[in-house]
């Protein structure tokens, strides 16, 4: 079954502390991994992707297929970090759809 | 660039109407798919069009249903609406049918009373 787990409705982290979001996957095939971040009464918007390795807004997320993860780190949380952000997969290969199978979301909660 | 937009933003319908949404994609893109997102779940998706055709189907029955325009927009209709609809419905483009980042719209909030 394609599935994707964060076990965590809510992180709350003080202001310069480390962050680290979790995702676990359950997946058949070779699949392609995303956050995205939703930020108060904005769009979900993608943050980043597996494929791309890149780091946005100090955020790295490191595909391991051993263990089926994708966490998401930062080292130092920032306040407008605050949002809500959401672990995706979508499957590779000709017959897939590109569909993307959301998890149920971390809301991450930065305080002064 | 013109990003994603959804109309209406919100609306209130009874058990057993039928509704339409609207979704007009991003300049460029020509690939449209749909996703329920219940309260405090992630969204799920519904379908998805490339090209006028639909690409892949979720787990939805088929009183949803959908449609690509030549200009890439796309339309949503749910028939007899059930309670459990209720959700915010999301529409994102992107220039792919596959792997391409696909780019959210603001949503619309629907409500079935």
């Known amino acids: 079954a394609q599935r994707v787990t964060q076990p965590e409705k809510l992180l709350s982290v003080f202001k310069g502390a480390p962050v680290e979001l979790k995702c676990n996957y359950s997946?058949?095939?070779?699949?392609?991994l995303f956050w995205y971040v939703q930020y108060s009464r904005q769009r979900l918007q993608l943050l980043l992707r597996?494929?791309s390795r890149e780091s946005i807004k100090g955020f790295t997320a490191d595909l391991n297929k051993g263990e089926t993860s994708f966490h998401l780190k930062k080292p130092f949380a920032q306040e407008e970090d605050s949002a809500m952000y959401y672990c995706?997969?979508?499957?590779?290969?000709?017959?897939?759809?590109?569909?993307?199978?959301f998890g149920q979301g971390t809301t991450l909660q930065v305080k002064p | 660039e013109t990003g994603v937009t959804q109309s209406p933003t919100h609306l209130i319908k009874t058990r057993g109407q039928q509704v339409t949404l609207r979704c007009s994609s991003q300049?460029?893109?020509?690939?449209v798919s749909w996703y329920q997102q219940a309260l405090g779940q992630g969204p799920q998706f519904i379908f998805q069009y490339y090209r006028e055709e639909e690409n892949g189907r979720g787990n939805f029955p088929p009183r949803f249903s959908g449609l690509q325009f030549p200009n890439y927009s796309s339309e949503l209709n749910v028939n007899a609406l059930e309670l459990d609809d209720s959700a915010l419905y999301l529409c994102?483009?992107?220039?792919?049918?596959?792997?391409?980042?696909?780019?959210f719209g603001p949503g619309t909030r629907l409500l079935v009373l």
């Open positions: 997946y058949s095939g070779s699949p392609e």
């Open positions: 300049s460029g893109h020509n690939t």
């Open positions: 995706a997969l979508s499957g590779l290969g000709s017959s897939n759809t590109g569909k993307l199978i």
């Open positions: 994102a483009s992107s220039s792919g049918r596959s792997q391409e980042t696909q780019y």
């Open positions: 597996h494929i």
